[in-house]
C-alpha cells in the first residue's frame, strides 16, 4: 500500500543487520519466496545474463528468473561484503529481523509474503502477459495468478476497445501473419485437451481469448 515501503524503508536504517534491508527490495524486484533468497548463491546467478537461477522450488521443479535493473543492482552492492550467498542470513535469523523490522515501522500485519504479491501485481501493471508473470513466479497453474491481479472494468474496456484483429463475421480473432509462430507453442504449453483457439501471445494476451483458452 502507499507508504509502506518508506516506511519499511526508514526503519531498515536501524537495523543492525545490512542485510535486511536489501533483501526486501530483492524480493519486491523478483517475486521470489523468503526461501528462494536466503537459498540463494552466486554460483547460480549470471549477472551478465541478468537470471537468477533456482535448482529447487517449492512446487518441485527449477525455475530460472530473470533480473531487473535494480535486482542486478542490489545483487552488485552485495558481492564486496558476501562469500558463496549475496544474502547470507539464515531463515531463524531473518524471521527474528522482519519481526522486529515491522514492528518498527508500524506495520505489524505486514508478512513477507506480501511482498511477493507486491512485485507480481507490479508485474502485470507493467503489462507483462500471464504466461510471462508464470514464467518469473513459478506458478504451474496460471489461475492461481488471478488472485493477484486488480483488473477494472474500465482498463478492460480500452483495451477490447483497441483489439485490431478481431472480426465481426469470425467468433475467434484472426492472429496475424507474424504472429503464427506462437500458436503451437502456447497450445504445447497449456496442455492438449484446450480448444483450437488461435492465440495473440504478441504482445499481450487477448483477455478474452485467454479465458476461453483455459477455461475450455
Given at each position: 500500500?502507499?507508504?509502506?515501503?518508506?516506511?519499511?524503508?526508514?526503519?531498515?536504517?536501524?537495523?543492525?543487520?545490512?542485510?535486511?534491508?536489501?533483501?526486501?527490495?530483492?524480493?519486491?524486484?523478483t517475486?521470489m519466496?523468503?526461501?528462494?533468497?536466503?537459498?540463494?548463491?552466486?554460483?547460480?546467478?549470471?549477472?551478465?545474463?541478468?537470471?537468477?537461477?533456482?535448482?529447487?522450488?517449492?512446487?518441485?521443479?527449477s525455475?530460472?528468473?530473470?533480473?531487473?535493473?535494480?535486482?542486478?543492482?542490489?545483487?552488485?552492492?552485495q558481492?564486496?561484503?558476501?562469500?558463496?550467498?549475496?544474502?547470507?542470513?539464515?531463515?531463524?535469523?531473518?524471521?527474528?529481523?522482519?519481526?522486529?523490522?515491522?514492528?518498527?515501522?508500524?506495520?505489524?500485519?505486514?508478512?513477507f509474503?506480501?511482498?511477493r504479491?507486491?512485485?507480481?501485481?507490479?508485474?502485470?501493471?507493467?503489462g507483462?502477459?500471464i504466461?510471462e508473470?508464470?514464467?518469473?513466479?513459478?506458478?504451474?497453474?496460471v489461475?492461481?495468478?488471478?488472485?493477484?491481479?486488480?483488473?477494472?472494468?474500465?482498463?478492460?474496456?480500452?483495451?477490447?476497445?483497441?483489439?485490431?484483429?478481431?472480426?465481426?463475421?469470425?467468433?475467434?480473432p484472426?492472429v496475424?501473419?507474424?504472429?503464427?509462430?506462437?500458436?503451437?507453442?502456447?497450445?504445447?504449453?497449456?496442455?492438449?485437451?484446450?480448444?483450437?483457439?488461435?492465440?495473440?501471445?504478441y504482445?499481450?494476451?487477448?483477455?478474452?481469448?485467454?479465458l476461453?483458452?483455459?477455461?475450455?
Amino acid at each position: 500500500n502507499d507508504g509502506e515501503y518508506e516506511q519499511l524503508e526508514a526503519a531498515s536504517k536501524f537495523t543492525r543487520n545490512p542485510h535486511i534491508w536489501p533483501i526486501i527490495v530483492f524480493a519486491i524486484e523478483t517475486g521470489m519466496r523468503r526461501g528462494e533468497i536466503l537459498g540463494l548463491s552466486w554460483d547460480n546467478i549470471d549477472l551478465n545474463r541478468r537470471t537468477a537461477f533456482l535448482p529447487l522450488t517449492k512446487n518441485g521443479s527449477s525455475r530460472e528468473v530473470p533480473l531487473s535493473t535494480k535486482a542486478v543492482s542490489v545483487l552488485r552492492q552485495q558481492r564486496p561484503r558476501t562469500d558463496t550467498h549475496p544474502f547470507p542470513v539464515n531463515a531463524n535469523a531473518f524471521r527474528l529481523a522482519w519481526v522486529r523490522l515491522r514492528s518498527r515501522a508500524s506495520l505489524n500485519d505486514l508478512h513477507f509474503h506480501d511482498l511477493r504479491h507486491e512485485a507480481i501485481s507490479r508485474f502485470f501493471e507493467m503489462g507483462l502477459s500471464i504466461p510471462e508473470v508464470a514464467l518469473i513466479s513459478g506458478h504451474k497453474d496460471v489461475k492461481m495468478l488471478f488472485r493477484y491481479t486488480h483488473l477494472k472494468v474500465d482498463s478492460l474496456v480500452s483495451k477490447l476497445a483497441e483489439e485490431l484483429w478481431y472480426h465481426p463475421s469470425r467468433k475467434t480473432p484472426q492472429v496475424p501473419h507474424d504472429e503464427q509462430r506462437f500458436r503451437k507453442s502456447a497450445k504445447g504449453a497449456f496442455g492438449c485437451c484446450c480448444r483450437d483457439v488461435e492465440v495473440s501471445l504478441y504482445p499481450l494476451i487477448n483477455v478474452r481469448t485467454f479465458l476461453l483458452f483455459i477455461f475450455a
